[in-house]
């Protein structure tokens, strides 16, 4: 289980912008679920947008026109007999409000309107559907999400989010106030999400600390690599001769059962297995301790993994984080980690 408002501290870490003025009455609101957690942000990120202006970009048309603009398609304009109207099509760019971004904005308020969400929230992004009058609606199935970012449009990184989060299924929940996860988020997109809290909660809170989603090198004697896998960690911190690989891991099962007994995703543990004793041998040289953790988010189960293992020399942890606590709690238990394993002094 997880509540509703620990998504926004976790949305919120993930994304600094939602700590930034204007966003942050959210968190003292209540939301019967996560639809309209989402829906609330979002029509407070587009009221935000709509103040400085909606991003405009260069669009391609394609129309009959009795002036010639761009470039004329001939065969269109043979082939609808344009000419006998004295008329080309013509094809042009104009600078306009009708860019990807903004159609993704209007076609996820849409679908917001059609969700179990209150009548004055509803209220609320109808009136920001009135800015969206010359923007065109796009199926949101079919959007690549993949969209690039630079200084002109970094307003819109959080708004796309959240709508990636609405399309990908984050409206199919209960109405009740407290939700299985797997009611409205696949354990793909969760686990990104939980993976990114984790990181960008220690680089905000121990700035001290190094902490990075860092690769692995494979520590090879001579040195044939061909096919080998990357190393990509979640989460690695350093701090002066310490480091701890964390692996974040999010299932709606965190334990297999077999012969009704619990056991660990074995992949789990042969994967930060390795990412340990290839980080121990490539700091071999300086003075060094390397620790690795699979930290699993907690699940409804009776039975959830918490154990410390001593490893080759490491010390591997299996632990689990209860999401569905007070966000206070949850913060002390990553505080406590940083005090387990590093001596800030």
Known sequence: MIRIHNIYYMLAYAFQTLREQGYRSVASEDFKNVAELLAAILARGVNRLVKRGLGKEYVSLTEPTSTIRGK??????????????????????????????????????LRLLRADIAKIRKKELRKLLAFFINVDEIE????????????????????????YLVAKGLLQTQSTGSLKVMDFLDEQRMHRLYEKFILEYYRKEFPQISANASQIQWQLDDGMNAMLPIMQSDIMLVYRDKTLIIDAKYYARSTLVLFDKHILH????????????????????????????????????DTYPEHEYRMSGNRIEVRTLNLDAEFSSIKAELDGIVEKYFDLG
């Open 140 to 163: 949101l199935h079919s959007v690549d999400w993949n969209v690039q970012y630079n200084r002109n449009n970094q307003d819109y990184r959080l708004l796309i989010s959240i709508c």
């Open 72 to 109: 004329i398609d001939v065969s269109e304009t043979v082939k609808t007999l344009a000419l006998e109207r004295k008329q080309a099509i013509c094809s042009y760019d104009v600078f306009s409000v009708n860019s990807y971004m903004n159609r993704i904005v209007k076609s996820t308020i």
């Open 266 to 301: 074995s992949g789990n543990l042969y994967q930060i297995f390795a990412y340990v004793k290839n980080k121990e041998a490539e700091l071999a040289n300086a003075p060094h301790e390397v620790s690795g953790m699979l930290l699993y988010a907690r699940t409804d189960e």
